[in-house]
């Protein structure tokens, strides 16, 4: 692997600058946007529900926010394909309207938990039916008088983090989260850009409801989660050396460089910026032998989308890498647990699942057949297993690689990867 590349923007930033926009006094322009299912998803649900969205076009978008208390009863259920975090985080905004909705969104989307936002907002006055298993569609009722609460979080999660926070700007009162460790922080953070004042004091977040957003400028980095395959790629490809431009290192996301360097990788950064209260890099990559390890489980939040193409990084280390306290890999798009130690036994690697966890034993990977179960993440990271296979991998159910990288396949030839396409 050779080059320089730009990969797509960052799919978390792009949900929230729609979402913040919305609901901002004022208008709010972003570049680098993601025009990818996922995001597309969250910028088709606020179109539905009267908000004026320019684009996108070359990744610009102009968002014409309706402010707080703006936003109109959608015509329809609100369905968002594939995403997760669309469903999570609009839950929390939508608690606390006048209005009554439904969201719901594909067969996977409807398998996914839904509980871990619904009980914290039913503990704060919202009234959301979800189905006898816990999971969507989410039908929230309007016109529910939110309250104020004061929560601990069982566990690290953005998504809950952030769908909370959007309910608490229609709270009455002053709202703390407290959180047991580090998650990624891009709504704090963009709230800041947005004029909103909110308090971090340790693991603390307190925000006041009523307070309103002023439209602003987002300029969206390229995605550490889909950096991350050619961060693998890169490492593990003898004679390689590459740069991924700007993407964002924001410390809560850059667990997939430190769990990289611990193996032994060779990653440096350069170019290192601020923009819009994000941290900015160009990441320089060179192939460079990996060891096994035991990866640290306060890391394990701070890399929790980019496992399983860590996994296929420990397949190629020497010795045996080690994850525990990652259950919530078990309830992501598929079960990424099961679907990755499954994938590389099929490719010739000993790879035992845990209830929580991998334990991975590196080797020689061959080729074969294996089934992303149509996880985005479960196909791009088998691709890219391709690089050290001594014969052809066939990867079944790719099609929901466009909810989240759609270059995904033209990048990876750019950088020397041959791969093609079928769909039959």
Not at 196 to 219: A, F, Q, V, Y
């Amino acid at each position: 692997m050779k080059g320089n590349l730009r990969v797509a923007g960052d799919k978390s930033i792009s949900h929230r600058a729609i979402i913040l926009g919305s609901i901002a006094d004022g208008v709010t322009r972003i570049s680098g946007f993601l025009e990818a299912e996922d995001a597309m998803a969250t910028l088709a649900a606020f179109r539905s529900m009267g908000v004026e969205i320019e684009g996108p076009e070359s990744g610009r978008v102009i968002v014409h926010g309706v402010g707080l208390d703006g936003l109109q009863a959608p015509d329809v259920p609100l369905d968002l394909g594939n995403s997760g975090t669309s469903m999570r985080l609009l839950c929390g905004l939508l608690a606390g309207q006048a209005f009554d909705s439904i969201l719901t969104g594909d067969s996977s989307l409807l398998r996914r938990p839904m509980r871990r936002v619904t009980d914290p907002l039913a503990s704060m006055g919202g009234q959301i039916g979800v189905s006898n298993e816990g999971t969507a569609p989410l039908h929230i009722a309007g016109n529910s008088k939110l309250s104020a609460i004061d929560y601990i979080m069982p566990v690290a999660s953005a998504q809950v983090k952030s769908c909370i926070i959007l309910a608490a700007l229609y709270a009455k009162g002053v709202t703390h989260i407290t959180e047991p460790g580090p998650s990624r922080d891009h709504s704090e953070r963009m709230l800041a850009g947005f004029s909103c004042p909110l308090s971090i004091i340790d693991s603390k977040i307190s925000i006041s409801g009523g307070n309103r957003l002023i439209g602003t400028e987002i300029d969206v980095p390229a995605d550490i989660s889909s950096a991350a395959f050619f961060l693998v790629a890169a490492t593990i490809t003898p004679g390689s050396d590459i740069i991924l431009r700007h993407v964002g290192v924001n410390s809560t996301r850059t667990g997939i460089i430190e769990i990289l360097k611990l193996m032994g990788a060779d990653i440096s950064l350069t170019n290192q910026q601020v923009v819009g209260g994000e941290s900015i890099a160009d990441i320089r990559i060179k192939s460079s032998p990996l060891r096994g390890i035991k990866i640290p489980e306060y890391m394990v939040p701070l890399a929790i989308d980019e496992f399983p193409v860590l996994f296929v990084a420990a397949a190629c280390a020497e010795g045996q890498t080690i994850l525990s306290g990652a259950s919530e890999l078990r309830v992501k798009e598929s079960d990424r647990i099961q679907a990755m130690a499954d994938g590389l036994t099929a490719l010739g690697i000993d790879a035992q699942p845990t209830a929580d966890g991998m334990i991975i034993n590196g080797g020689r990977i061959i080729g074969g057949q294996v089934d992303s179960f149509g996880d985005h993440r479960i196909a791009m990271a088998f691709s890219i297993a391709g690089f050290r296979a001594s014969d052809e991998i066939t990867i079944l159910n790719c099609a929901n690689v466009r909810t989240s990288f759609p270059d995904f396949v033209s990048s990876a030839r750019d950088l020397g990867l041959d791969i093609n396409e079928c769909w039959e």
